[in-house]
């Protein structure tokens, strides 16, 4: 749950107020930044031939995972937050039913980098959700500028647990977007999946038998909008 205007980034030394005022205006503006956010397609299309150059001569459309980059890039204004929460109330909503009768799995993790990723997944049949949140920044030894994103990961991978059905569908990332599939390993890799963002929130694509090939990424497909969050909070 979160407190009405702890949407953004908040420096207070003391818990959040209610009572504080809010800037209704300033996130409402910055509701409708994340809904266009949201209508942007998750990867760049690549051409069906590998030796296939693509055509950069032509103009090319904004794409999901840069935009992320650049949220987080400016972390301290709140946005890369305010997209996140945001996107998991959104899920959330439309996806009520689902939490509420799903169990708990915890997710090993393995790897470098291990220490500072946490992982679980909630599961009601073969309807499946796959949280994936970093933590421990500042101990990461990054340079200063660096995203932790991406090859910052190195092999660290989040298992899921040995003998578990998987969904066929494969996993769309609520968060970042994009589509993501097992290894021959059993694992989600980090490095791809936190490739934009530092965060994922992995749901199963249910009803599909489509086949994902291990590693790959590919485009989310399409969105579909779902009702506002009923919790108090101003980013529903």
């Known amino acids: 749950d979160f407190y009405q205007g702890c949407e953004l980034i908040d420096l207070s030394m003391v818990d959040p107020d209610n009572r504080r005022p809010v800037d209704f205006a300033c996130r409402r503006r910055l509701l409708d930044e994340m809904r266009a956010l949201a209508e942007l397609p998750?990867?760049?299309?690549?051409?069906?031939?590998?030796?296939?150059?693509?055509r950069s001569a032509?103009?090319?459309?904004?794409?999901?995972?840069?935009?992320?980059?650049?949220?987080?890039a400016q972390a301290s204004d709140g946005r890369?937050?305010?997209?996140?929460?945001?996107?998991?109330?959104?899920?959330?909503?439309?996806?009520?039913?689902m939490l509420q009768a799903a169990d708990y799995l915890p997710l090993a993790v393995t790897?470098?980098?291990?220490?500072?990723?946490?992982?679980?997944?909630?599961?009601?049949?073969?309807?499946?959700?796959?949280?994936i949140a970093t933590r421990l920044f500042a101990s990461l030894g990054l340079q200063v500028g660096t995203?932790?994103?991406?090859?910052?990961?190195?092999?660290?991978?989040?298992?899921?647990?040995?003998?578990?059905?998987?969904?066929?569908?494969?996993f769309v990332d609520a968060i970042g977007g994009g589509r993501h599939a097992l290894d021959e390993h059993g694992a989600w890799p980090l490095a791809?999946?936190?490739?934009?963002?530092?965060?994922?929130?992995?749901?199963a694509v249910?009803?599909?038998?489509?086949?994902?090939?291990?590693?790959?990424?590919?485009?989310?497909?399409?969105?579909?909008?779902?009702?506002p969050s009923r919790r108090p909070s101003a980013a529903a």
């Open 147 to 170: 995203l932790p994103i991406a090859a910052v990961w190195g092999d660290t991978r989040v298992l899921w647990p040995p003998g578990a059905a998987v969904p066929s569908g494969g």
């Open 111 to 131: 790897g470098e980098r291990a220490r500072h990723v946490i992982a679980f997944a909630r599961r009601d049949g073969p309807r499946v959700l796959v949280v």
């Open 58 to 72: 032509q103009p090319t459309q904004p794409q999901l995972g840069p935009a992320l980059q650049a949220l987080l």
């Open 80 to 97: 890369a937050k305010f997209w996140a929460t945001w996107r998991a109330l959104q899920w959330r909503a439309a996806n009520e039913a």
């Open 42 to 54: 998750a990867q760049r299309e690549r051409p069906d031939q590998p030796d296939q150059p693509e």
């Open 206 to 227: 249910v009803g599909s038998s489509a086949e994902i090939n291990p590693g790959t990424r590919t485009s989310s497909g399409t969105r579909t909008s779902t009702r």
């Open 192 to 203: 791809q999946v936190l490739g934009d963002f530092p965060v994922a929130a992995l749901a």
